[in-house]
């Protein structure tokens, strides 16, 4: 580990003479007698700078909340002035440990999982500066963002937005999306297939019902209008049955898109991270396989295209691993659209497209489902 400079280390031997000021640097029990002792250490140490990290071992002598009371605080003042962050490994009681998570600092009682959690947090930094020229990418590609000056959340009210808003969005943040229609009767949902053309795809519209597949309530490759009268009152009743109180508005077609590899990308405001971005295998292997990859907002495309490197099916794609030439370029756009768009725009709490079907001839990616989620 790299010692302090000298400056930092001649403040700190003034303090104590006898102290170890390496490091790691121990202040000795001797701020057992002197409360003040540990915060003036750690204050010096903090003040000569040049470490990406704090760790503060105390070990079992924060149990007493009068003797760790004045490290402790100092610790939380350092996180909330540093944007390097702090870390404690000791036993405390739970008004200690809630004082120092209130201020950002990480608790541990084990120095060992403490450590291992620094070298993931590096490890996942380091991933995000790596060149991929071994990865195949030939050149950087600059992607255009584009602005959301008049996109207006208000008339799609709060909360689930209806798969129809919701793809139209994803559309206003500059992702493919296909077209749909709505209909409130069966025989309503077949005079749309039959403007739109068939095969089509059925599905049930419910503010209730997220998760439409779980409950029967899509059905796909439907070629005439008798299909689709048929499939849509046995898809009433299955929904009903299986959603007992969920409120039906109707009924959304769509075309029934062929062929191409199933992604989910996904953005979020997490509680404890703020935004954040997913993308993965998709289609029904989603929650299945657990091929998905979480990075933070927002990014470029080689911080995109990385991260896709990081899935199964990005490596399949990139590795040329399917009979047909697919170019992985489309779906790095639209995820990279997707992270300035959850960070732009904070009433926007959750956007999940799943599948973003990625199409060989042309290059191209169709968000073919998406759910959006506004903050109320």
Same mark, same amino acid.
């Given at each position: 580990?790299?010692?302090?400079?000298?400056?930092?280390?001649?403040?700190?031997?003034? @303090?104590?003479?006898?102290?170890?000021?390496?490091?790691?640097?121990?202040?000795?029990?001797?701020?057992?007698?002197?409360?003040?002792?540990?915060?003036?250490?750690?204050?010096?140490?903090?003040?000569?700078?040049?470490?990406?990290?704090?760790?503060?071992?105390?070990?079992?002598?924060?149990?007493?909340?009068?003797?760790?009371?004045?490290?402790?605080?100092?610790?939380?003042?350092?996180?909330?002035?540093?944007?390097?962050?702090?870390?404690?490994?000791?036993?405390?009681?739970?008004?200690?440990?809630?004082?120092?998570?209130?201020?950002?600092?990480?608790?541990?009682?084990?120095?060992?999982?403490?450590?291992?959690?620094?070298?993931?947090?590096?490890?996942?930094?380091?991933?995000?500066?790596?060149?991929?020229?071994?990865?195949?990418?030939?050149?950087?590609?600059?992607?255009?963002?584009?602005?959301?000056?008049?996109?207006?959340?208000?008339?799609?009210?709060?909360?689930?937005?209806?798969?129809?808003?919701?793809?139209?969005?994803?559309?206003?943040?500059?992702?493919?999306?296909?077209?749909?229609?709505?209909?409130?009767?069966?025989?309503?949902?077949?005079?749309?297939?039959?403007?739109?053309?068939?095969?089509?795809?059925?599905?049930?519209?419910?503010?209730?019902?997220?998760?439409?597949?779980?409950?029967?309530?899509?059905?796909?490759?439907?070629?005439?209008?008798?299909?689709?009268?048929?499939?849509?009152?046995?898809?009433?009743?299955?929904?009903?049955?299986?959603?007992?109180?969920?409120?039906?508005?109707?009924?959304?077609?769509?075309?029934?898109?062929?062929?191409?590899?199933?992604?989910?990308?996904?953005?979020?405001?997490?509680?404890?991270?703020?935004?954040?971005?997913?993308?993965?295998?998709?289609?029904?292997?989603?929650?299945?396989?657990?091929?998905?990859?979480? %990075?933070?907002?927002?990014?470029?495309?080689?911080?995109?295209?990385?991260?896709?490197?990081?899935?199964?099916?990005?490596?399949?794609?990139?590795?040329?691993?399917?009979?047909?030439?697919?170019?992985?370029?489309?779906?790095?756009?639209?995820?990279?659209? @997707?992270?300035?768009?959850?960070?732009?725009?904070?009433?926007?709490?959750?956007?999940?497209?799943?599948?973003?079907?990625?199409?060989?001839?042309?290059?191209?990616?169709?968000?073919?489902?998406?759910?959006? %989620?506004?903050?109320?």
């Amino acid at each position: 580990l790299v010692p302090p400079p000298a400056s930092a280390v001649e403040d700190l031997k003034q @303090l104590i003479p006898y102290s170890a000021v390496g490091n790691p640097i121990d202040f000795t029990g001797q701020f057992l007698n002197d409360g003040e002792l540990a915060s003036k250490f750690l204050q010096r140490v903090s003040l000569a700078g040049g470490y990406d990290a704090y760790v503060t071992f105390l070990g079992h002598t924060t149990l007493s909340d009068d003797l760790a009371r004045n490290a402790l605080a100092t610790i939380a003042e350092l996180a909330d002035q540093n944007s390097e962050p702090h870390f404690v490994v000791g036993m405390m009681s739970d008004v200690m440990s809630e004082m120092l998570r209130s201020h950002k600092v990480m608790v541990f009682s084990s120095p060992e999982r403490c450590i291992r959690i620094i070298g993931a947090m590096r490890d996942l930094g380091a991933r995000f500066h790596k060149t991929l020229n071994s990865a195949g990418l030939k050149e950087i590609i600059h992607i255009k963002v584009p602005g959301y000056d008049g996109l207006n959340f208000a008339k799609y009210g709060l909360g689930p937005i209806p798969e129809l808003e919701s793809l139209k969005i994803v559309s206003e943040i500059g992702i493919n999306a296909v077209d749909v229609m709505r209909a409130s009767t069966p025989e309503q949902a077949a005079q749309c297939a039959d403007q739109l053309g068939y095969p089509v795809v059925l599905k049930i519209e419910s503010p209730q019902v997220l998760h439409k597949s779980r409950v029967g309530g899509v059905r796909t490759d439907l070629r005439n209008s008798a299909e689709v009268v048929s499939a849509a009152y046995r898809m009433l009743g299955r929904v009903s049955s299986k959603s007992p109180g969920a409120t039906i508005i109707g009924f959304v077609v769509e075309p029934f898109m062929t062929g191409g590899l199933e992604f989910i990308i996904g953005a979020k405001h997490d509680e404890y991270y703020g935004p954040v971005v997913v993308v993965g295998s998709g289609g029904v292997l989603a929650e299945s396989i657990g091929d998905v990859v979480t %990075i933070v907002p927002p990014i470029d495309f080689e911080v995109g295209f990385s991260a896709i490197r990081r899935t199964a099916i990005g490596r399949a794609v990139t590795n040329g691993n399917f009979s047909n030439p697919y170019d992985i370029t489309p779906v790095v756009e639209a995820l990279t659209k @997707l992270s300035h768009a959850i960070v732009a725009l904070p009433q926007m709490e959750q956007i999940d497209i799943n599948p973003l079907v990625l199409y060989c001839v042309p290059a191209t990616a169709f968000a073919l489902d998406a759910l959006v %989620i506004l903050k109320s």
